[in-house]
Every structure is written in C-alpha cells, then in structure tokens.
C-alpha cells in the first residue's frame, strides 16, 4: 500500500510509504493519500491525525519520472495533489506532520497544510522548484497562509531547501526534537491535543480555516493548473532531464 | 531656514543592462540617498532601461552607496516647496507598484538606515539582505504625513500586527528585528561582508529558472493582492491627503530647521 494508515485510541497516522523512493509523490501514492483522507473525513473517529513517511525521508515532493512527456498525467498528479492538501486542510480535527530527513517540493507542500509540523535540526526543507525551472504556485497558498506573504515570497522565489533550525526561525517547522524522537514528539503532541475537546477544537480549527480562507479550494487549484503549465516549458524539461540525468 | 546645498550628481546609477543581473546603485551618499523629484525620475528612467533592454533581465539588485540606504524624503526640498512632499507620495507609491510589478526578481542590499520612503521601497523588493546594523521604520508621523502608502504591501508582507507596530509607533528596528518579523530575509554580519554576500545570493537566483521565477512572481503578486491598483491608490491618496495639511507644513519646516 502506498499510504498506510494506523488507528491507535483516536490518533491516525497516514504514512506515505515509498520509503526506496523516499516517498516521492507519483500518482498511484497521491490518489492512495486522497482516499485515505476522505476515508478519515468520512468516519469522523480521528481525533487528531499525524502524516508520516516511512522510511528516512518524510517526502521527496512529486516524482517526475516517467511522466515529462506525459502533460496529462502531470497536470492530474498537480490536481490531485491541490484537492489532497484541501481536503488534510479542512479535516475537522488537528493535523501533525511528522517531517524527518527531507520534506522537498510538493513534500514540504503537505508539511505546511498540517496545523503542526514537527521536525530536527538538521532536516532539509524547502522548494527547490524554480532550481529546475518549475513553479510552486500549488503550494504557494498554503505557505503563504502558514509563514506569512512575504517570507513565502522570498522562499519561494530563492529556491533551495533550508534546514530544520532555519524553518524554526521562519515559522515554517512549528518544533524540533532530536532525529530519532520525531515520531515520538509528534505522538506526544497527538497525545496533548487529546486533551482539548473535540468539538472545541473543531470549531477553532474551523474558525481558523474560515479566517484564513484555507476553505477555498479555487486558488489552489488555479496553481496546480498554473505549475503543470510552467512544467511543459522547455525551460522546465531541460533542467528536470539533466537533474534526473545527472 | 537653512539653504539646501544643490546636489548634482546624478542620483543613480545603472549597471548590467542586457545581461542577466541589472544593478541600481543610490549614488548620492552626501545626501544619504535622499527621494527628490529627480530622485523619482532618475529610477523611472532605469526601469524603463530594464525593461526595453535586448536582453529581459532575471534579478534586479538594488543597492546603495555610503552609510545610508536611503534617509527618506528629501526634507529640504519640502521645506522650500509645500506641495512637494505630496507629489513624492505619489511618486514613491507609483514607484512601489513598479518595483513590485516588474518581471524580474528584485533585491535589496541594505546597510545603515533604510527610512520612511526608503524603508517603503525597500518593502516593495521581493528579497531582502541587510546587515544587523541596517535600521528600518517609519519616523514620520513627527512631520506630519501618514505612511499609509507603504502599508498595502508591507501589511501583507510581516503581517498586521507587525505593521501596525511599525507604522504607528514609528520607532526604528535593526536588522535582526526586520529578520524575526519578516521584512529581512537574510541577515549579515559584519557589514564589511555585505556586498560579498549580495553577489552571492544574487548569483544564485541568476541561476534559477527565469521562466519559473517569473511566473511564481506574478502568481505570489496574485495571491496577496500587493500589486491592487485600487488598494495602492486609496492607500498614497490617503498619505497625500496628510502632506498637504498646514500640520505636515510646520512639522516639516520645524524638523528641517533643527
């Protein structure tokens, strides 16, 4: 299964599970995720729900392979991606992202859907994506509403991937633990946020959403529809085959 | 009232037209790179020079000479003429929406005091260096004029309790300050290192996709609505509004004689 999904007294953990492919996000694993996330909204037992990854990387954002010369399948990949994170978005109870190794691209994308993320010093974040030439407008919304307009700008537009310490400092990792106790400290957080009420915390996290517009699905959408078109330049193709070459 | 000593070196200077990188350079130190009317003129003149450029450019840098960034307003130019200090709200606002609208990345280099005005043009840039010693803020309340022009962007950019700090209170913050709130992005110290560090970074996005940069810019430019044409009015109208006031007259000429 790409995403496995565990219930242990309330607490849901998806875990994204292409750990030899450090869960890079292929369709076969978006559309996985999706139907776990729908399933969690449906049943309503969650209480509060940890997105994990298997393996040394939380997630190594959308796998390329195989689909460059497939325009159509990309663009379903972006869709499908943009409807996943609104749906984590609006899930009535609490979110933790549980980020170790590397949260890159599209990953670092669901990192900052979840209401907390959690991580290590030394982990690698961050959207390399105009490195390659491609564009991060699906996530832009999301980073925008969790770090603040200008900070995600200024991320955005520079590229690259920051470490653990330096999300802290930007609001983009909300804790750091040391590498091994993530998934601790994200349990124990999970665990803590138990104690608040359930239908408090739903109508805050409601609340919050309705502030902040994270109900709106539509400009996520428009920036699935505007990276898939930024990938079919030749700007994009060239700099993605020779990274994938190289 | 004091005479303005005339200062006429040119108030810019442009390097790297048709390459990839384009350098503005605040080339009046002696006046701390202070915004006149020709001040306006100068930098429409070399936007208009990156924009008609053979070759478009991907990053344009923005940085000063001497101990100042840019002190603002030129006050003894208000003092002389009442009706100036609106007409330069209406060019910093103009140039503003500029900045924030063109193509090409923009990024500021800062070192010493990037005020009022300054600080206002300096929110406007995409990416922000500066060294811890830089300061930043709107001390302008004290000569009458609202900074309301600055404040669709910088509002949306550190947020609105930050900004309201900042604009109301009119004190001035550090680089270290202007990183934990937003309007820094990348600190550097000591300031003998700034223009080593500036090449850098400015290198590294010379590099990047300039297609990609370009199309996140006018996405991020979308999404948090710093390019609204009717925000950016209402917002200069209403700091003009404050600079044709006899208060904003005395303020001026009271701080300009001291």
Known sequence: ?246 | MSDAAVDDTPSLRVDGLGTAVVTITLARPASRNAMGLQFFEAFDEALDAVANASTSAHVVLLRAEGRAFCAGFDLGACAADPRLAARLVERLSELSQRVRSMPAVVVASVQGPALAGGCALVASCDIVIATTSARFGYPVHRIGISPAVSLPILARSIGGGAARTLALGGELIDGARAQAIGLVHELVEPEAALPERTQALVESLAAKGPGALRATKKWLNELDRTTDATTAGAAAHASMGTALTEECHAMIARVWER
């Open chain 1, 1 to 246: 299964m790409p995403v496995e999904r565990t219930d242990a007294d309330g607490i849901v953990t998806l875990t994204l599970n292409r750990p030899d492919a450090r869960n890079a996000l292929s369709l076969d694993l978006i559309l996985a995720f999706r139907a776990a996330l729908d399933q969690v909204r449906v049943d309503q037992s969650a209480r509060v729900v940890i997105v994990a990854g298997a393996g040394k990387s939380f997630c190594a954002g959308m796998d390329l392979r195989g689909v460059m010369d497939d325009p159509a399948t990309m663009g379903r990949m972006l869709r499908e991606l943009a409807e996943a994170t609104v749906t984590l978005r609006n899930l009535p109870c609490p979110t933790i992202a549980s980020v170790q190794g590397a949260a890159v691209g599209g990953g670092c994308g669901l990192a900052v859907v979840c209401d907390f993320a959690i991580s290590h010093a030394d982990a690698k974040l961050g959207y390399p994506e105009v490195d390659l030439g491609v564009s991060p407008a699906v996530v832009a919304p999301w980073l925008i509403r969790k770090i603040g307009a200008g900070r995600a700008r200024a991320m955005l537009l520079r590229g690259g991937t920051i470490s653990g310490t330096e999300a802290l400092a930007m609001g983009l990792v909300d804790r750091l633990a040391p590498q091994a106790e993530v998934g601790s400290a994200a349990s124990a957080l999970a665990a803590a946020l138990m104690a608040g009420g359930k239908n408090a915390l739903s109508v805050t996290k409601r609340w919050l959403n309705e502030l902040d517009g994270s109900w709106d699905s539509d400009a996520v959408l428009r920036g699935a529809t505007l990276s898939a078109e930024v990938i079919q330049t030749e700007e994009a193709q060239t700099r993605v085959r020779a990274r994938m070459n190289g």
